[in-house]
């Protein structure tokens, strides 16, 4: 159901790896703003949207409210509209939202465009990322970070700053510092995809990150370091949204409530006993 594309980053003003990855997939980046509400952090009310291309109907009513410090789980079968409902939330332009309303931080997500939505704290991760040959990980890490930085109106950090500021997100996640000098996914495993979707993660600081299937194609050494960096970066503030297929994803991030989605809506919101029913094939996966 998915294609390999790019993920919103806050790297508003990158010219060069940042922007040809975010191109690729229609998907503009952002930078970071100061939390401005003590409000609910996303409000999603009766959301429609359909395929641009096509005029096929995805999303049919979709309500969600995410509080800052939570954590959701979005379950569902394939085409249910789980990664739909992400790509809305960001912007992506094969999507057309065609009724409901979303409000994020206090402020109508849907009348920015998606660089500004990026610029307001959105994060997504997807759970095929592109590859961007010759391009190495710490140099788009570094522009992406520095260009958040500015936008922040905080002094940019040099190399040397850079690396000191990265050394603890890379132990988080048990990667070797050598990773840094392999171009962006280039002739990485599945794991190793995951592992530096989630550095990425940690260098920008996200204030809502969207993460889709992080947990696929991950053995359960690999599930366990991105879980645990993943619960590192939990705060009162931020919030996390994940979309996954299976329970052992919540075994190591557990959810705040758990949502089933279902022909475009979600039909069902509680807690990990949903789960349990989906497990025991009472649900809708």
């Known amino acids: 159901m998915q294609t390999s594309t790019a993920r919103v980053c806050p790297g508003a003003s990158l010219q060069t790896s940042s922007q040809l990855k975010l191109r690729r997939s229609g998907v503009s980046r952002r930078h970071c703003s100061l939390r401005v509400s003590a409000s609910a952090l996303l409000e999603v009310k009766d959301l429609t949207a359909k395929v641009a291309g096509t005029g096929e109907a995805i999303l049919k009513g979709v309500n969600l409210t995410v509080q800052p410090g939570e954590v959701h789980a979005i379950m569902g079968k394939n085409g249910s509209g789980k990664s739909t409902l992400s790509k809305v939330l960001v912007g992506h332009p094969d999507y057309e939202v065609t009724g409901g309303s979303v409000t994020y931080k206090g402020e109508d997500l849907l009348s920015l465009e998606p660089e500004e939505r990026s610029h307001k704290g959105l994060f997504l991760s997807f759970q095929s990322p ?5 391009v190495s990980n710490v140099d ?146």
């Open 130 to 134: 592109i590859e961007i040959p010759g």
């Open 140 to 285: 788009f890490l570094r522009l992406a970070c520095n260009s958040r930085r500015k936008a922040l109106g905080q002094p940019e950090l040099d190399p040397l700053e850079f690396y000191a500021y990265l050394t603890p997100k890379l132990e988080a996640l048990n990667m070797n510092p050598a990773f840094l000098n392999r171009n962006v996914n280039e002739g990485f495993s599945g794991g190793e995809k995951k592992r530096n979707e989630i550095l990425q993660l940690a260098v920008l600081e996200s204030e809502l990150s969207i993460l889709d299937e992080i947990d696929s194609g991950l053995d359960v050494d690999a599930l366990r370091d991105v879980s645990s960096a993943v619960n590192g970066l939990r705060s009162k503030e931020n919030g996390i949204i994940m979309v996954t297929h299976y329970k052992r994803l919540m075994e190591y991030i557990v959810p705040d409530k758990v949502h089933i989605m279902q022909d475009g809506e979600i039909q069902q919101t509680g807690g990990m006993e949903l789960v349990e029913q989906l497990e025991a094939g009472n649900g809708a996966c």
